[in-house]
Nanobody
Framework: QVQLVESGGGSVQPGGSLRLSCTAS????????IAWFRQAPGKEREFLSY???????WYGSSARDRFLIYRDAAKSMVYLRMDNLKPEDTALYYC????????????????WGQGTQVTVSS
């Protein structure tokens, strides 16, 4: 069973940046696809990006121009760098893990962290 812990959330002004971290344990990190999702109150969970052990990355439309995903295999961590944050980025951000190919559907991921809150407000 893979355990995931997110960190790095917080409150930031519009235009600011944050780096979220996802620490994985309990699995073979190189076999894992790690994805980031977010969920705002009253909205469905939204795919942001995934990164595989082979280096494949993919971004959803909300993340493509302002977010960057990357991993540190030595630390079993995946990061999501978010720049030029907007109030509509306010949400609970989750990382999720699966083996095999990367997917954008939340239902494809069996392992989830507890989430880290990001609030963008002036």
């Amino acid at each position: 069973q893979v355990q995931l812990v997110e960190s790095g959330g917080g409150s930031v002004q519009p235009g600011g940046s944050l780096r979220l971290s996802c620490t994985a344990s309990g699995g073979t990190f190189s076999n894992l696809v790690i994805a980031w999702f977010r969920q705002a109150p009253g909205k469905e969970r939204e795919f942001l990006s995934y990164n595989s052990g082979s280096g494949t990355t993919w971004y959803g439309s909300s993340a493509r121009d302002r977010f960057l995903i990357y991993r540190d295999a030595a630390k079993s961590m995946v990061y999501l760098r978010m720049d030029n944050l907007k109030p509509e980025d306010t949400a609970l951000y989750y990382c999720a893990a699966k083996e095999g190919l990367g997917r954008v559907e939340a239902g494809e991921y069996a392992n989830w962290g507890q989430g880290t809150q990001v609030t963008v407000s002036s």
